[in-house]
T-cell receptor, first 114, second 114 residues
Framework: AQTVTQSQPEMSVQEAETVTLSCTYD???????LFWYKQPPSRQMILVIR??????QNATENRFSVNFQKAAKSFSLKISDSQLGDTAMYFC???????????FGQGTRLTINP | EAQVTQNPRYLITVTGKKLTVTCSQN?????MSWYRQDPGLGLRQIYY???????DKGDVPEGYKVSRKEKRNFPLILESPSPNQTSLYFC?????????????FGPGTRLTVT
């Protein structure tokens, strides 16, 4: 069974700094998707960024980028120029290409301080 | 507006009193699923449905039932709730095999069982 591990339960940085959230996963599949979701205090699940495993190029979305290391099964999220609105719980998630189930990590609570 | 709705958003109940959490989507999505979120565990899939009258167990189905009589609705039923079902519940939907990674989440239902 696939597993996703986020080893940083909490992180805290100053506004405008860059922060990197770690995620590792375990799978025997070769085709899959990886995601980072943001959950602000409103509890809404918001997709931040998505990476297809077959793509070698790392995904980017404005201030958000990933470092996808397929051989190491690592998928970290970098937030540049962090903002107060980035304060949230962040979840790393995995989806097998042949399935519809998201497998989530434990989450990292990120606090951006003014 | 394309959305997934859940009701109620908050619910406090007592052990053994049957309850239903409704989920509805207006995007004609084939695939729907339920997740529960618990601290330190992330989100875990409870049940999913590939289409009308087609449902299957996820990772933590014990104590839950679902039905899919209409494409747009996917209610979660707790016939005899227990305190260990106190959790945050999310419904999600997606178009299906074409874009499995496009998961739309509902706003969440906070359930407390005393």
């Amino acid at each position: 069974a696939q597993t996703v591990t986020q080893s940083q339960p909490e992180m805290s940085v100053q506004e405008a700094e860059t922060v990197t959230l770690s995620c590792t996963y375990d799978t025997s599949e070769s085709n899959y998707y990886l995601f980072w979701y943001k959950q602000p205090p409103s509890r809404q699940m918001i997709l931040v960024i998505r990476q297809e495993a077959y793509k070698q190029q790392n995904a980017t979305e404005n201030r958000f980028s990933v470092n996808f290391q397929k051989a190491a099964k690592s998928f970290s999220l970098k937030i540049s120029d962090s903002q107060l609105g980035d304060t949230a719980m962040y979840f790393c998630a995995f989806m097998d290409q042949g399935a519809q189930k998201l497998v989530f990590g434990q989450g990292t609570r990120l606090t951006i301080n003014p | 507006e394309a959305q997934v709705t859940q009701n109620p958003r908050y619910l406090i109940t007592v052990t053994g009193k049957k309850l239903t959490v409704t989920c509805s989507q207006n995007m004609n999505h084939e695939y729907m699923s339920w997740y529960r979120q618990d601290p330190g565990l992330g989100l875990r899939q409870i049940y999913y449905s590939m289409n009308v009258e087609v449902t299957d167990k996820g990772d933590v189905p014990e104590g839950y039932k679902v039905s899919r009589k209409e494409k747009r609705n996917f209610p979660l039923i707790l016939e005899s709730p227990s305190p260990n079902q106190t959790s945050l519940y999310f419904c999600a939907s997606s178009l299906g095999d074409l874009t499995p990674y496009e998961q739309y989440f509902g706003p969440g239902t906070r359930l407390t069982v005393t």
